[in-house]
């Protein structure tokens, strides 16, 4: 059930948001140079790596590290970056991981592939069995704001108790927390 309600709302709002990512997709080309989506290697379910995209928020010389390892990351953001970020507007391409099935609505955020603390607390408490999401009950918990552990242990909270219902709560949740910019440092 989960499988199917995540493709008929992702490709929903892939239709009904087209536009405003062809826009958005615009905008960075104009505003900075390089490719309108940025690339990045996560890592998925069962540890396996996949390709997630967003709109770019960094210059193309930006090193593939996670953003709160950057000293001065702002220095790193292009023009409309930014705003991008603090708005989640640049996760808008991951609708489409979505309908492939490499991430679900709800679930732990894919890390980077370089987070190697944080992939391995995950295997160890089996988080890794989970597919990654969107959106999470860490990220509706403090997002930036989290050190490392306390991410993992809301992640092994969804693990544990994880339901249609649960993830109905934190998808009425998420958006509340986007517009609110709570958890978000960059």
Same mark, same amino acid.
């Given at each position: 059930?989960?499988?199917?309600?995540?493709?008929? *709302?992702?490709?929903?709002?892939?239709?009904?948001? @087209?536009?405003?990512?062809?826009?958005?997709?615009? @905008? $960075?080309?104009?505003?900075?140079?390089?490719? !309108?989506?940025?690339?990045?290697? %996560?890592?998925?379910?069962?540890?396996?790596?996949?390709?997630?995209?967003?709109?770019?928020?960094?210059?193309?010389?930006?090193?593939?590290?996670?953003?709160?390892? @950057?000293?001065?990351?702002?220095?790193?953001?292009?023009?409309?970056?930014?705003?991008?970020?603090?708005?989640?507007?640049?996760?808008?391409?991951?609708?489409?991981? #979505? &309908?492939?099935?490499?991430?679900?609505?709800?679930?732990? %955020?894919? !890390?980077?592939?370089?987070?190697?603390? *944080?992939?391995?607390?995950?295997?160890?408490?089996?988080?890794?069995?989970?597919?990654?999401? &969107?959106?999470?009950? !860490?990220?509706?918990?403090?997002?930036? /704001?989290?050190?490392?552990?306390?991410?993992?242990?809301?992640?092994?909270?969804?693990?544990?108790?994880?339901?249609?219902?649960? /993830?109905?709560? #934190?998808?009425?949740?998420?958006?509340?927390? $986007?517009?609110? &910019?709570?958890?978000?440092?960059?």
């Amino acid at each position: 059930m989960k499988r199917f309600f995540d493709f008929l *709302l992702a490709f929903v709002l892939i239709v009904f948001l @087209l536009t405003p990512m062809l826009f958005i997709a615009l @905008l $960075v080309k104009i505003t900075s140079e390089g490719p !309108a989506l940025y690339w990045s290697d %996560r890592v998925g379910r069962n540890n396996c790596i996949f390709k997630m995209p967003k709109f770019r928020t960094m210059q193309i010389n930006t090193p593939a590290v996670a953003t709160h390892l @950057l000293s001065h990351s702002e220095q790193y953001l292009t023009p409309v970056g930014g705003f991008l970020r603090k708005s989640s507007l640049d996760e808008l391409p991951q609708l489409f991981n #979505i &309908l492939k099935g490499d991430i679900s609505f709800v679930g732990p %955020r894919p !890390a980077l592939f370089n987070q190697e603390d *944080l992939i391995a607390l995950r295997t160890k408490k089996g988080i890794h069995t989970l597919i990654p999401g &969107l959106t999470g009950w !860490a990220q509706i918990n403090g997002r930036d /704001d989290l050190p490392i552990p306390a991410k993992v242990d809301f992640d092994e909270y969804y693990l544990k108790n994880g339901s249609f219902l649960f /993830d109905l709560k #934190i998808l009425w949740m998420t958006p509340f927390k $986007v517009i609110r &910019l709570e958890g978000v440092k960059h």
